[in-house]
């Protein structure tokens, strides 16, 4: 589009509008949250409860999503599993989000050696791929809930400190930040009121789609048996055990699997809307 | 060949957008004869930098031109394929824009860039003189030192100048300046300006400067072409068009520039352009017009003559003619 | 005389630029952009000083450190007797009333996510002026001072158009009520309509005000229409400073006559045209002895060595020229008379 265009359409204001994406996504997300929260009332109640009279039965009504090679129900199982997945992935971010986000803040407005020392350290994070590196610290650590946080904790935090930090060099340049402290604005309340709201945005839209990377990393190390430990119904021990039945009971790897792909979507659509409400009327 | 070397006719681009469709340029004709300058003056949202990509045929999807012709050397160029084009670009008409920054390729040379603009017969050696022959035209100190420059390692005032040897690589019967020295210091702008000039009186070249500076066009061109709001609303000769304005944007333009005598108020045009989309009937500029009235609002208002060689789209243009110019 | 509300003494500004390891390893200082280089000049209460121009002179740095945007390296800022460069942060608060800035560019002076509204009771809000519903009330008058709609208050930046961002920039600018205003090139990034109007604003509220200025621009025709008195910087240093009618009359340094002669006017007869070749040198590397004399078509020996000083040559009409008003004599210079 010629700038003439980009004017004419600039110039106009824009009405403000539900963006789609958050209405879709966030629907999807509490749905199944209160699936999540509901679990015990809609399914049967206990995710372990074995069955051997019932292995490896297709979905069915009594069984919606079937049942495993131990008879438990797949239903059940999965909607007990987003508790814990969808736990994981709320709680795994906040610490990368805020500890990321002020790093890169700080790094950003300070720059000098503050910046010099965190910016290598993110370098020297980001050299090694973010799995391995996940995969070796949990391996040291064992696992469980908590060594994953601590995990995802030390690694994840250097995508929020890039986006934050890049954000903070361009606006601290312009001149409204020239302009506040000109009008003798406190430093504290530049870099809070001015600063940190316009360079936030990336860091929270990439954190909607960063819960479903946490997802999908715990999925992962549960695949590879490193996560959380049997019998617990995480998704990503689901999908690894029904590997072996794939063709004799497709549905013990493939419902969780749905689950991911699922929650995923709602992530992503969340994190659309997010960036169509968080970008500027008339940018 | 007789007849003018361009001649645009109710030429038409729209763009269509997520709000609208913007009617960038909505009727916009003149006529450029050969080894003529003239000057296409108007703010930003005027359509004059769109005017002269449609001419060079670099209108970009989804933008289009709708309607009118584009003659050049009696060939309209309205609808031509690309290739086509490609072979009027260059030899025939070529365009300089205004940021050299943006314009110039970074990761080429300058010699690689001016390079690409020759035609490619002879030897590379000849083709290498004429590089240097054209640095020294337009007045690029040493260069066979500059050949392998890249453009962000010149000034803005060189870069512009290297612009102008690309566009001149192939003798150009027509250039269109796009505000050239907008981005540029005074002192530059004027070395640029009389370097134009110069090559401009070499070369035999008709020139479209396209400027919002009436001070430039003062002292620069032959006839002057005012846009606002996607169409010309008045056309004639230099010294006619500052000694007998006959639109009231032109009066209005010539009154908002601060006068040498600061006893002589400054009167500012109310009001803002309009937006290009959803453009009602009627004159564009009425809503800031001191002079309009109610028929003024109404219907198609027509580019009509109001002298030898001047034109004005305004139905009170005989009431203005009392008004004194400049 | 009065005194001046603001006087400037051999003001420096030098900024250093970046090594690399191996320099900074092997002890070799870094190289200094010289912005601002020993600049001394005064504005009296009431009076418009123009800072004219090119880029790189260094007259939008010298902004900066009038205002403590950028700490100065040497030099004094007296602001009604006090020297502002002396003080710390928390003794400058009060000063940040008084002397207020208008920038260039109208996309990008005003926080995007703040409504305008906003914006101004927040500088009302920082500097405590007023009780929370006078504030309103100012905040409203305010708009309607710089011609803007008071009930548009909830919009944000975005929603207005250039001109109209910059009549919000100056409306924070007075919303302190500051006795001095530096506006740094304001109508460079406007249309030439949109450009006269918030000149006519400008002069309107100068005079309702009674403000101070200091308008710093490349645009001469703008700097001649508004200012009292004019000086001229290159590289540095100003070159010529005299009250504007004088200036454009009789212009006396090599650079002023070719910048004056370079500048299209509408109408006038042409000045005589000087040309000057070549680009302004960095101010890395600045040229020994006078900085102009590479490009000046008049320079003699004296100026390869010496630095000429500004003296005064007419009255209230300093130069900085070895050449000029009858010192040195070069055979074809002859400043210009009206």
Known sequence: MSTLAQRAVASLPVKPRLASGLVIGGSMLLALAAAALLAPALSSGDPNAQNFEAILQAPSLAHPFGTDNFGRDVFTRVLYGAQIDLRIGVLAIIFPFLFGSLAGAVAGYYGGWVDAVVMRTVDVITAVPFLVLIIAIVSFLGSGEMNIFLAIGAVGWVTYSRLVRGEVLREKNLEYVAAVRSLGFPRRRIILRHLLPNAVAPAIIFLASDVILVILTTATLGFLGLGIRPPAPEWGMMISEGREFLSSGWWVAAMPGFACMYAGLAFILLGDGIADILRVRGQ | MSGPLLAVEDLRVEIPTRHGIVQAVRGVSFTVQRGETLALVGESGSGKTITCRAIVGLIHSPGHITDGRVLFQGRDLVGLSEREMEGIRGRGIVMAFQDPMTALNPVLTVEAQITEALSQEGSAAARRGRVLELLRQVGIPDPVHRLGAYPQQLSGGQRQRVMLAIALARQPALLLADEPTTALDVTIQAQILRLIAALQREYGMALILVTHDLGIVYHMVDRVAVMYAGQVVELAAREELFARPRHPYTIGLIRSIPSADRGRPLIPIPGTPPELIGMGSGCPFAPRCEWASAECGRGEIPFAPVGEGHWSRCLKADQLEAVAGG | MAEPLLEVRDLVKHF????????????????????????????????????????????????????????????????????????????????????????????????????????????????????????????????????????????????????????????????????????????????????????????????????????????????????????VMYLGQIVEQAPTADLFARPQHPYTIALLSAVPEVGETRREQVAIEGEPPSAVRVPQGCRFHPRCPWKVERCRHESPKLREILPGHTVACHVAGGGEVATEFRPVHA
């Open chain 3, 16 to 231: 250093a630029l970046p090594r690399t390891l191996l320099d900074a390893a092997m002890r070799r200082p870094p190289q200094k952009v010289r912005a601002v280089d020993g600049v001394s000049f005064a504005v009296q209460r009431g009076s418009t000083l123009g800072l004219v121009g090119e880029s790189g002179c260094g007259k939008s740095t010298l902004g900066r450190c009038i205002l403590r945007l950028h700490d100065s390296d040497r030099g004094e800022v007296r602001f009604n007797g006090v020297d502002l460069a002396g003080l710390d942060e928390g003794a400058l608060v009060p000063y940040r009333k008084r002397l207020q800035v208008v920038f260039q560019d109208p996309y990008s002076s005003l926080n995007p996510r703040q409504s305008i509204g906003s914006t101004l009771l927040e500088v009302l809000d920082v500097h405590g002026i007023g009780t929370p519903a006078e504030r309103r009330r100012r905040v409203a008058q305010l708009l309607t001072q710089v011609g803007l709609n008071p009930g548009d208050g909830h919009k944000h930046p975005g929603e207005f158009s250039g001109g109209q961002r910059q009549r919000i920039g100056i409306a924070r600018a007075l919303a302190v009520g500051p006795e001095l205003l530096i506006a740094d090139e304001p109508l460079s990034a406007l249309d030439v309509s949109i450009q006269a109007q918030i000149l006519q604003l400008l002069l309107n509220l100068r005079a309702s005000l009674g403000l101070t200025m200091i308008f710093i621009s490349h645009d001469l025709r703008v700097v001649r229409y508004l200012s009292d008195e004019v000086a």
